[in-house]
């Protein structure tokens, strides 16, 4: 037995099941994600600590000292 819900990323129906099927925002399934440092496209399948922006800590790196260089700027 779960709860219908629908995930909040991708629109699509899902049962939520298990102790925390209330506060489930997400399917199950996994999401392809565009990094938003490289642009290419990365598979997550779990939003247990949010929606990722980034591929790697290299790319997530690389977009804070470009973000702190437009600061100063």
């Known amino acids: 037995m779960g709860i ?4 909040e990323y991708c629109g699509k129906e899902f049962i939520a099941t298990g102790r925390n099927a209330k506060r489930m925002k997400y ?4 999401h392809e994600i565009i990094c938003e440092g ?18 790697s800590k290299d790319c997530r790196n690389k977009a804070r000292i470009d973000h702190a260089r437009e600061t100063i700027k």
Request: proline letters at 12%; hydrophobic letters at 25%; a positive charge.
């Open 4 to 7: 219908t819900k629908i995930c």
């Open 27 to 30: 399917c199950p399934e996994g």
């Open 38 to 55: 490289c642009g290419k496209p990365f598979f997550v399948q779990s939003f247990s600590s949010g929606i990722p922006r980034y591929c």
